[in-house]
């Protein structure tokens, strides 16, 4: 398939800026796949389209403040890193940090960033980072990435909370001085626990305590998975051709109990609701290499475009996304699946656009603060 088949116009004041005060406000565009109906309702409404017996299953990743931004030390310009993965975890160091804080008790970790700055990095590069707060040196550089060593007088996960700014997408375009206050709170799931992600599994975004509370009473049970989410879900497809697309890999854990109690649901006639694209590529992802749901940590480079077979999940909740990125086509493909797994091909894609293009009139938020469709 082309890349550009995956195109759709969106008027740019579309593009959600902002949190509704009201998580489960958010707008829901309920779809059928059995008889292609479509309804306008809200994400507090879930309960009704889902039975007793069907399971929830949440990414419970957390979103860390992996957004820093800083000063060269050879020319003082202005830099900016977004920490995508930790490759060395904190440990201690001494005599390693530049000015008076040399010979000091320091702590360090080494991470994978992506970098930002007028000048290109270059290994040996130091880096002055909030304000002080943090010290960094370039081990390594590619094109638009960096192996950097932060350096402060705090364990570094610590300092990341206290002094790091929430990684908001770049389509949210705020002054600086905006972006973080509630984003801190409200660019997290209430259900968030495992650090590590620098985006957000943002259809869980529209999920508050008192829906989760309605779902449970309505008999519908919520297991977790957890993939940390990288920039590259969010990227753009660049090739001509989808096939050629190749994923970033991202973390994941599937745990014993969600096997269990998707087994469990299956048993009992339940479906599997997946909360995100991203619940939906670990647990097709840990599927696919036996044929079943097994547990255990990897790394998924799952890429799932039309045509594809679902195995586990039965049934989507997901946001409006990005034109031609593999979110958008991962869509495409469950509208297309068939419950017998066959594929009628470019009929997912089809249904997609049309129901874009519907979201676009009714006035839809999109994106990653915006509104959010069910697939059933």
Same mark, same amino acid.
């Not at 599997?272 to 998924?300: D, N």
């Given at each position: 398939? *082309?890349?550009?088949?995956?195109?759709?116009?969106?008027?740019?004041?579309?593009?959600?800026?902002?949190?509704?005060?009201?998580?489960?406000?958010?707008?829901?565009?309920?779809?059928?796949?059995?008889?292609?109906?479509?309804?306008?309702?809200?994400?507090?409404?879930?309960?009704?389209?889902?039975?007793?017996?069907?399971?929830?299953?949440?990414?419970?990743?957390?979103?860390?403040?992996?957004?820093?931004?800083?000063?060269?030390?050879?020319?003082?310009?202005?830099?900016?890193?977004?920490?995508?993965?930790?490759?060395?975890?904190?440990?201690?160091?001494?005599?390693?940090?530049?000015?008076?804080?040399?010979?000091?008790?320091?702590?360090?970790?080494?991470?994978?960033?992506?970098?930002?700055?007028?000048?290109?990095? =270059?290994?040996?590069? *130091?880096?002055?980072?909030?304000?002080?707060?943090?010290?960094?040196?370039?081990?390594?550089?590619?094109?638009?990435?960096?192996?950097?060593?932060? !350096?402060?007088?705090?364990?570094?996960?610590?300092?990341?909370?206290?002094?790091?700014?929430?990684?908001?997408?770049?389509?949210?375009? =705020?002054?600086?001085?905006?972006?973080?206050?509630?984003?801190?709170?409200?660019?997290?799931?209430?259900?968030?626990?495992?650090?590590?992600?620098?985006?957000?599994?943002?259809?869980?975004?529209?999920?508050?305590?008192?829906?989760?509370?309605?779902?449970? !009473?309505?008999?519908?049970?919520?297991?977790?998975?957890?993939?940390?989410?990288?920039?590259?879900?969010?990227?753009?497809?660049?090739?001509?051709?989808?096939?050629?697309?190749?994923?970033?890999?991202?973390?994941?854990?599937?745990?014993? !109990?969600?096997?269990?109690?998707?087994?469990?649901?299956?048993?009992?006639?339940?479906?599997?609701?997946?909360?995100?694209?991203?619940?939906?590529?670990?647990?097709?992802?840990?599927?696919?290499?036996?044929?079943?749901?097994?547990?255990?940590?990897?790394?998924?480079?799952?890429?799932?475009?039309?045509?594809?077979?679902?195995?586990?999940?039965?049934?989507?909740?997901?946001?409006?996304?990005?034109?031609?990125?593999?979110?958008?086509?991962?869509?495409?493909?469950?509208?297309?699946?068939?419950?017998?797994?066959?594929?009628?091909?470019?009929?997912?894609?089809?249904?997609?656009?049309?129901?874009?293009?519907?979201?676009?009139?009714?006035?839809? *938020?999109?994106?990653?603060?915006?509104?959010?469709?069910?697939?059933?």
């Amino acid at each position: 398939m *082309r890349t550009q088949d995956f195109d759709y116009e969106l008027p740019p004041e579309l593009i959600a800026q902002r949190p509704l005060p009201d998580r489960a406000a958010s707008r829901m565009l309920a779809v059928r796949r059995a008889d292609g109906s479509a309804e306008h309702r809200h994400a507090r409404d879930l309960p009704a389209f889902l039975n007793k017996g069907d399971l929830l299953v949440v990414n419970d990743t957390r979103v860390i403040p992996a957004r820093l931004l800083g000063r060269r030390a050879d020319t003082g310009g202005r830099v900016e890193l977004l920490l995508v993965r930790e490759t060395r975890a904190d440990d201690s160091a001494t005599g390693n940090a530049p000015g008076p804080a040399a010979n000091a008790h320091r702590f360090a970790a080494e991470w994978e960033a992506l970098y930002g700055a007028s000048g290109k990095a =270059r290994p040996g590069l *130091r880096l002055t980072l909030e304000e002080g707060a943090l010290a960094a040196e370039i081990l390594a550089a590619t094109a638009g990435r960096v192996q950097v060593r932060l !350096e402060g007088d705090e364990p570094i996960s610590t300092l990341l909370e206290r002094v790091g700014r929430t990684p908001l997408p770049p389509y949210i375009a =705020r002054a600086e001085d905006e972006n973080d206050g509630t984003d801190r709170a409200r660019y997290q799931t209430v259900y968030a626990r495992a650090p590590g992600a620098v985006a957000a599994p943002t259809a869980g975004l529209h999920l508050d305590e008192a829906l989760l509370a309605a779902l449970a !009473e309505a008999g519908i049970a919520t297991a977790a998975v957890t993939l940390h989410v990288g920039p590259g879900t969010f990227r753009p497809v660049k090739a001509d051709r989808i096939e050629d697309h190749v994923m970033e890999a991202e973390r994941y854990v599937v745990s014993d !109990e969600t096997v269990a109690a998707i087994n469990d649901a299956r048993d009992r006639g339940g479906r599997v609701v997946a909360v995100g694209s991203t619940a939906v590529r670990t647990l097709e992802t840990a599927a696919a290499r036996r044929g079943f749901l097994v547990a255990g940590a990897a790394e998924s480079e799952l890429f799932i475009r039309p045509p594809f077979r679902f195995r586990i999940v039965d049934a989507l909740l997901t946001n409006f996304h990005l034109p031609r990125s593999t979110l958008l086509m991962m869509v495409a493909a469950f509208l297309g699946a068939q419950p017998d797994g066959a594929y009628a091909d470019s009929a997912g894609r089809r249904r997609l656009l049309d129901l874009y293009a519907e979201a676009v009139r009714q006035r839809y *938020r999109f994106f990653s603060y915006g509104d959010c469709m069910l697939i059933l």
